[in-house]
């Protein structure tokens, strides 16, 4: 069992950055891929990035060199610093653990949930 707890979200203008925080609670969080995902009203839930056990990851195009994930196994973290933002990232982000080695975008794939964390973008 794994429990998570988003942070770090907040209202920002366009051109700014945030930087959201994911803490884990449980065994072996080291052998979880952990992903970040994000959900617009309307919209489904989409995949933003993901980070395996070995550092490799996934990035949705509409993020890449934008966003960075990355995660602190002694502190059982996952973080995704966002960059450059846009009206368009405005969204719930959610923090998700999937127990495996793939960096999948799949939200079938992860086993675990946090509660979300509301970013908000201006123009």
């Known amino acids: 069992q794994v429990q998570l707890v988003e942070s770090g979200g907040g209202l920002v203008q366009a051109g700014g950055s945030l930087r959201l925080s994911c803490a884990a609670s449980?065994?072996?969080?080291?052998?979880?891929?952990m992903g970040w995902f994000r959900q617009a009203p309307g919209k489904e839930r989409e995949a933003v990035a993901a980070?395996?056990?070995?550092?490799?990851?996934y990035y949705a195009d509409s993020v890449k060199g934008r966003f960075t994930i990355s995660r602190d196994d002694v502190k059982n973290a996952a973080y995704l610093q966002m960059n450059s933002l846009k009206p368009e990232d405005t969204a719930v982000y959610y923090c998700?653990?999937?127990?495996?080695?793939?960096?999948?975008?799949?939200?079938?794939?992860?086993?675990?949930w946090g509660q979300g964390t509301q970013v908000t973008v201006s123009s």
């Open positions: 998700a653990a999937a127990w495996g080695s793939s960096a999948s975008a799949s939200v079938g794939d992860y086993n675990y």
């Open positions: 449980g065994r072996n969080f080291r052998s979880y891929t």
């Open positions: 980070i395996t056990w070995s550092r490799a990851t």
